[in-house]
């Protein structure tokens, strides 16, 4: 399959950027999908999951509170406020990303509906990786 180059930047460094094969995003009117050869779009995201599947077809997890993305033919920028990637090594590791999860979410104050919705895909995604 055919891949982009994602990258995931907060103000206090990147969290992702590597080559994606798809990516969903939390998008202002709902989640949306992207591939390679995507048609460029900007538009503001809101708290929820990033989905990454990876050219091994592994998905990654990232949290995020609230950002932009920039989306062109060949790469996806996503600038965010804050963010959590659920990923480790360990059950250990992975246990305190979850903490960092959880503690971001709190964070959120936006609508219930967003925070319920977040909650169900961190509680998904503990799952998958234990």
């Known amino acids: 399959m ?5 990258e995931i930047i907060t103000p206090n460094g990147e969290i992702f950027h590597d080559n994606a094969v798809s990516v969903t995003l939390p ?6 999908g992207v591939l390679a050869h ?16 990876k050219e091994d077809k592994t998905v990654e997890s990232v949290l995020i509170n609230w950002g932009v993305v920039h989306v062109d033919e060949q790469q996806v920028v996503v ?4 963010a959590v990637a659920i990923r480790g090594e ?3 590791a992975i246990a305190d990303a ?12 936006d609508s219930g509906q967003a925070i319920a919705s977040v909650s169900a895909k961190l509680e998904t995604a503990a799952q998958n990786l234990i």
């Open 2 to 6: 055919e891949t982009f180059k994602l």
């Open 79 to 82: 600038l965010v406020e804050g």
């Open 90 to 92: 360990n059950e250990s």
């Open 98 to 109: 979850l903490e960092e999860a959880k503690a971001l979410v709190k964070s959120i104050e």
């Open 38 to 53: 995507h048609s460029s779009v900007s538009t503001l995201l809101e708290a929820g999951v990033v989905d990454i599947e």
């Open 27 to 32: 998008g202002e009117e709902g989640e949306f």
